[in-house]
């Protein structure tokens, strides 16, 4: 599921750059309920 909703993210930022900002706000927003909740996760973030 986690890694279903990242691809989700993927593919926004593919089909929308211009929205990149409100893609990052959603991933770092799942981020916080992830460390809340004990779910470990990590990924890289790259910007241009």
């Known amino acids: 599921m986690i890694l ?3 691809l989700t993210i993927v ?6 750059p211009t929205q990149y900002q409100i893609a990052l706000d959603i991933l770092n927003s799942a981020k916080e309920y992830w460390e809340a909740n004990n779910i470990p996760i990590k990924f890289l973030v790259i910007n241009k």
Do not use: P, S
Request: proline residues 0%; charged residues 20%.
């Open 11 to 16: 593919n926004f930022i593919f089909y929308e």
């Open 4 to 6: 279903r909703f990242l």
